[in-house]
């Protein structure tokens, strides 16, 4: 019950891009269309998930062991880092169009609060899900937690790059084409997910 919490927590309540602000600018940046924002999520959702794993065996067995969570920051930022580097390697030897298709904003994955945000959030917030008491997360309520939250972010670019798609073909007054439709929209769409802020307490 409590992996579930955390799930619907972490997608749809707490959507760390519509309720938490965090990884605004690739949001915006790639979300022209549905299919780069798909890649994009993907790309995401996979660092998000093997960061928090790397960084979460980092500060639980080295950086709190020998007392050294002061460097939390700039380990997960160099972790991430590599990460990111990985990733691309990987998707221009095996997906080059999709690696065209993103551009420059894969390696700006290295810059994506959202990233660094899921792992700083494992690592120093404590959880308390369905009135239980407040505990640190374990690695699979981590792990868990990491999926749920990249796939919120996914759901929400996939969502919001559908939209822009719509608004292209659309008569949009002059004044409000390009960015400022876009951010009324993503405004609206974070209107819409507050509606599922009494799912969980």
Not at 9 to 16: D, E, K, P, R, T
Not at 48 to 74: D, K
Not at 129 to 146: K, P, Q, R, S
């Amino acid at each position: 019950m409590e992996y579930f919490l955390i799930i619907i927590s972490a997608i749809f309540v707490n959507n760390i891009v519509l309720a938490q602000f965090l990884g605004i600018c690739p949001f915006l940046g790639v979300s022209n269309k549905l299919s780069t924002a798909t890649g994009m999520s993907g790309a995401v959702c996979f660092v998000i998930t093997l960061a928090t794993l790397v960084t979460y065996l980092i500060n639980r067995y080295l950086l709190v062991p020998f007392e050294l969570q002061f460097l939390q920051t700039i380990a997960f930022i160099l972790v991430i880092a590599a990460l990111v580097q990985m990733v691309e390697i990987v998707l221009k030897k095996i997906s080059p169009s999709l690696y065209q298709a993103l551009g420059i904003f894969l390696p700006l994955i290295t810059t994506n609060c959202a990233v660094l945000g899921v792992a700083m959030t494992v690592a120093t917030k404590e959880f308390s899900f369905g009135g239980a008491e407040a505990h640190m997360m374990n690695l699979g309520e981590a792990l868990v937690y990491a999926l749920a939250t990249s796939l919120g972010y996914g759901l929400a670019m996939v969502i919001f790059a559908g939209l822009r798609e719509q608004l292209a073909g659309n008569d949009v007054p002059k004044a409000f084409k390009g960015v400022p439709i876009a951010l009324v929209t993503v405004g609206i769409l974070a209107l819409a997910f507050m509606g599922f802020s009494g799912m969980v307490k």
